[in-house]
């Protein structure tokens, strides 16, 4: 089995003055669609707008840095409420299930970013997310005719032009003043019930001037189980190394701080991955392949997933 597990950083998808989408292109990273995994890294400016969307994986957001407000639609889970406008911040973990209809929009002062890491399994293109727009050059209603518009939503052939024809951005868009005052105040009951802050969860594992590792479980955020992913994050100090671990399921690893070295054993004990790795980059382990994190003097952070919750 042969595999280029080497870290990658992403390739730009989007710029706009509203930010930049940026993802890991399957062609330049093989092992994620042999994975079944995918990842993308959203950057949104003060006033910057994500154009209402949805995507063909399940995925996991994990705030970076800043805080932005999020309109969510989930079709198909049972929690209090599957529609809502909730806030998040840095360290907080958002699931988002294949199919549901999100907005984003940041209101704070600083640039919001947000690292999405994904469950490929059912994904139209191996290794990658496919996102799909309601609005906008490349939405859905722009692609209907303006009289099939008009019947269905029972408005005149020139609010139906103006409605498919009017928004002229792709993906990522800065709102005016004046747009901005008609987004609502994130509803902070729904956002209790959707999103889980890192920070809240005991680490399963601390060590004095080692380290820490928490794994968010189920049982304190069932959405999470819902969706099927494991969500952990380790924290080295300097150089501080974490012991040999694997998973039964492909883990993503992205680096949110710091620098150090990975090595990952695979079958025969053969060493795979011999490197070093630095923030912003991305790795795959594949199943049950041997990991080995190392930090370096200035300590690291990982965040990680396992398409699975056993």
Known sequence: MNMDLSPKFPATFTETEAGVYYHWA???SQVLGEAKVAAGKLVLK?????????????????????????????PGINTKENMGYIGVKKGDVLPIP????????????????????????????????????????QGHLRAFSPEFIAKTYQINADKAKNLVGSQ??????????????????????????????????????????????????????PLLEQVGIDVSRLVLESCAT????????????YIAKGSGE?????INGKLVLNTKVETGQLFVVPKLFAVVVSADEQGIELVSIVTSTR
């Open 46 to 74: 003060p006033q910057g707008f994500a154009l209402p969307h949805y995507a063909d994986c399940t995925k996991v957001g994990y705030v970076l840095e800043g805080k932005c407000g999020v309109a969510l639609r989930i």
């Open 98 to 137: 294949c199919g549901s209809v999100s907005s984003w929009y940041n209101y704070g002062d600083s640039d919001v970013v947000i690292i999405f890491m994904a469950d490929a399994t059912k994904a139209y293109v191996a290794g990658e997310i496919t996102y799909f727009l309601l609005t906008g050059q």
């Open 262 to 266: 990975v090595q990952i054993v695979g």
């Open 242 to 253: 974490r012991a040999p671990s694997y998973a039964t399921e492909s883990q993503v690893c």
């Open 26 to 28: 399957a062609a330049d």
């Open 168 to 221: 002229k951005g792709v993906l990522l868009i800065k709102l005016s003043e004046e747009e901005a005052r008609k987004i609502p105040n994130p509803n902070e009951e729904v956002s209790n019930i959707l999103v889980h802050n890192m920070d809240a969860s005991q680490p399963n594992v601390e060590v004095d001037n080692g380290g820490k590792l928490t794994t968010i479980k189920g049982t304190e955020f």
